[in-house]
């Protein structure tokens, strides 16, 4: 007997994101023409900058934004470690991850 599902076909109930994996290295252009392979920073890895399906200009801008915003929040932990300080900083951190995400959905929408 014949099976309907092609060897390439996913099953219903298969998630199209299971088994991606993110990169967390980013190829940077400088100004000279060899690319250079840099870590990405803990706001460019929160936000994903390097994750763009629709390729829009108007997601990196944002992506990069959020992130240099939270490297900035980032910095000033360094200056500081007292408890309510730390707290109000990650639920900063947080606030601008999620403002993010839904402005990523507004734009492509």
Known sequence: ?????????????????????????ATVKATNPVPVERTLSLGEKRVRTNFNVSA????????????SLIDALEKL?????????TRLIALANTSYENAA???VKAITL
């Open 1 to 25: 007997m014949e099976s309907n599902t092609q060897e390439n076909e996913a099953p219903a109930n298969h998630s199209p994101n299971e088994g991606i994996q993110v990169d967390t290295t």
């Open 56 to 67: 829009s200009t108007d997601v990196d801008g944002i992506k990069q934004q959020t992130a």
């Open 77 to 85: 932990k360094e200056k500081r470690s007292d408890p309510e300080f």
């Open 101 to 103: 995400m839904w402005a």
